[in-house]
């Protein structure tokens, strides 16, 4: 009779004792684990001309990925056509414009998830509600992304792999399931906004006569459209994602010359950690902030973005620069959007903040703009959104800021609408070792987006539409530990990343800004459970909150694992070397 000796095992993957980035060997399995992955994009070119041992794979079928520096390209394949070369600059010691403006493109295609719509509802709602005293909050989220964008660079970079490709590789089965479609929630969530934000930019560009469900349905067109500029090459591609970003600085930062903002309570507002006079409304906005800055889904997208520079990764020199240059770049692109974001917030902080319905109604009824109908006549404190702020941005300062405004938002969600699809598609290919087409991977993904939104911009009106943001900074603010956890497991890993490998200062110091992050967004999601005011919603929200709870402990347990908490590696003998989990099958016994 046959027995279990162990159902779900964890074991460690073999390497040598002296790792190094170029030489991670796929053969050093267990030869009891089957290796049912195929050789991933970064381990062929690490295997290529580097004298570096690989093996096929039981199925001997082909890798599912493009093999970039051999000219081999596949139409379905995304971003990768050709990788960018990096020129030799010995004439600098320490820093080069020529090898910075090489490995710029990245970073910045990265920032637009920090200006996608709902990063910008939620500034404009922070200036209203808080005026300028919640900046503190954007500069230190800012700053956390930089760190956390940090990470998921250096594991594309020193590995060959992004974040997806590792977690197949190295998650068992079942949980590697359940976070790609974890993580896909977080990808069609904010495609949502995007699709919102376009919508409402297209009502306001023509004055109402494009209604919502028009705009919507627009959105899916130039999608399409733009998603093929990629063909036309890779640096063309990325200064196009550059207009986008300078336009959205122009349109905002036309609104903040035009409204001329307090600049000593700016500042105050930026550099005092205090918030005077606040209330629960401040702090719930504090928290959105954090919420709408850190997007789960730009962790993977970073990482793999950076695969598009051709780096010689049997050389610790090239990776060091590489992880230099990228870190530059990063900063460089955060601090930008920053700087756009700060406009958002000081146009609304000055112009709105402490205003009720009835002054702002009696503003624009002089005016002679339309849309009263949105502001109520009482002495309550005005509420905004994407498309009541621009209607107010209008009123008060005349029309052109309200077309101005329009034209702001609508590049931002076509920007973050191109580098969600990339997102998704390096998600699917990465977890599945699924190879879809461009098109196939927009049709999926924007067809789930647009069938709830469309029915909400036909049969509801705008507030509707806009008030769905509340719930898809929630959902979102959900699948943030499924991206925080994997990226500090892994380059925490010095069998993975080799000397690379996290130090003892950015594993605690990752360790609590993770823990930090998670809290303030479970927070956020206790707060908008609580306001359903609905008994059944409460109870389903407890039941998901368990199987929640237990998959981020799950993930949690293989953390402190990766970071040296041996004692809580309860199913396998204690080793000398903290090496990659991976899952072992059932033991048979006779």
């Keep these: 009779m046959k027995r279990f000796s162990s159902s779900k095992m964890l074991s460690f993957l073999t390497t040598d004792r002296t790792p190094h980035p170029g030489n991670i060997h796929i053969s050093s399995l267990p030869p009891s684990i089957p290796t049912d992955q195929e050789p991933t994009h970064g381990e062929e070119d690490m295997a290529q001309g580097k004298g570096v041992e690989t093996t096929q794979t039981q199925r001997g079928a082909p890798s599912v990925f493009p093999e970039g520096q051999n000219g081999g390209t596949d139409l379905s394949s995304t971003y990768f056509h050709h990788k960018v070369p990096i020129p030799d600059d010995d004439s600098q010691m320490w820093f080069s414009f020529r090898k910075l403006w090489a490995f710029t493109g990245p970073g910045f295609l990265m920032s637009i998830a920090y200006l996608d719509p709902g990063n910008i509802e939620s500034d404009l709602q922070s200036g209203a509600k808080a005026g300028f005293k919640l900046l503190w909050v954007l500069l230190g989220a800012t700053i956390i992304g930089l760190l956390l964008q940090r990470l998921a660079a250096r594991l594309g970079v020193v590995t060959g792999m992004h974040l997806a490709e590792v977690c197949n590789r190295q998650y068992p089965t079942v949980p590697r399931i359940v976070l790609w479609l974890m993580v896909e929630l977080a990808i069609i969530?904010?495609?949502?906004?995007?699709?919102?934000?376009?919508?409402?930019?297209?009502?306001?560009?023509?004055?109402?006569?494009?209604?919502?469900?028009?705009?919507?349905?627009?959105?899916?067109?130039?999608?399409?459209?733009?998603?093929?500029?990629d063909k036309y090459g890779l640096r063309k591609l990325e200064a196009f994602f550059g207009v986008l970003i300078t336009i959205m600085a122009i349109t905002f930062g036309y609104e903040y010359v035009m409204v001329r903002p307090d600049q000593g309570e700016l500042l105050k507002g930026m550099f005092m950690p205090y918030c005077e006079g606040c209330g629960p409304v401040q702090l719930e906005q504090a928290v959105g902030i954090v919420g709408a800055v850190i997007m789960p889904h730009n962790i993977y997208l970073h990482s793999a973005l950076v695969k598009s520079r051709q780096i010689d990764r049997s050389s610790k020199k090239e990776l060091k620069e590489a992880n230099k240059y990228f870190f530059i770049e990063s900063t460089i692109a955060l601090f930008l959007s920053f700087l756009i974001n700060v406009f958002v917030v000081a146009v609304f902080a000055e112009a709105v903040y402490g205003r009720t319905n009835i002054e702002v109604h009696d503003i624009c009824n002089a005016t002679g703009i339309l849309h009263l109908d949105l502001f109520p006549l009482n002495n309550e404190t005005l509420q905004v959104d994407i498309y009541k702020g621009g209607v107010v941005l209008g009123c008060i300062f005349g029309p052109a800021a309200l077309y101005i405004w329009a034209v702001g938002i609508l590049a931002a969600g076509q920007s973050s609408t191109m580098t969600g699809t990339y997102s998704g598609q390096f998600v699917m290919e990465g977890f599945l070792n699924l190879r879809w087409s461009r098109f196939s991977r927009v049709l999926l993904t924007r067809s789930i987006a647009i069938t709830p939104t469309l029915l909400v911009a036909i049969f509801q009106d705008v507030t509707h539409l806009t008030g769905m943001n509340d719930f898809l900074n929630v959902l979102q603010s959900m699948q943030l530990p499924f991206a925080l956890i994997p990226i500090l497991t892994f380059t925490s890993l010095s069998s993975l990343m080799s000397e690379f490998a996290n130090g003892l200062f950015w594993k605690i110091g990752g360790g609590v800004v993770i823990l930090l992050v998670c809290c303030i967004n479970m927070y956020f999601v206790v707060i908008y459970v609580t306001s359903l005011n609905s008994v059944w919603l409460y109870v389903l929200a407890a039941f998901l909150c368990i199987a929640y709870l237990g998959f981020v402990g799950y993930l949690t347990w293989l953390c402190l694992i990766a970071l040296g908490v041996s004692c809580l590696d309860v199913t396998c003998r204690a080793r000398d070397d903290t090496t990659v989990l991976i899952e072992q099958q059932p033991e048979f016994d006779s």
Excluded at 198 to 211: D, E, T, V
Excluded at 213 to 225: E, M, N
Aim: net charge negative.
């Design 189 to 229: 969530g904010s495609d949502m906004q995007e699709v919102i934000g376009c919508a409402i930019a297209f009502n306001l560009l023509s004055s109402g006569r494009i209604p919502l469900w028009g705009g919507v349905l627009i959105t899916i067109i130039d999608t399409f459209v733009f998603l093929f500029l």
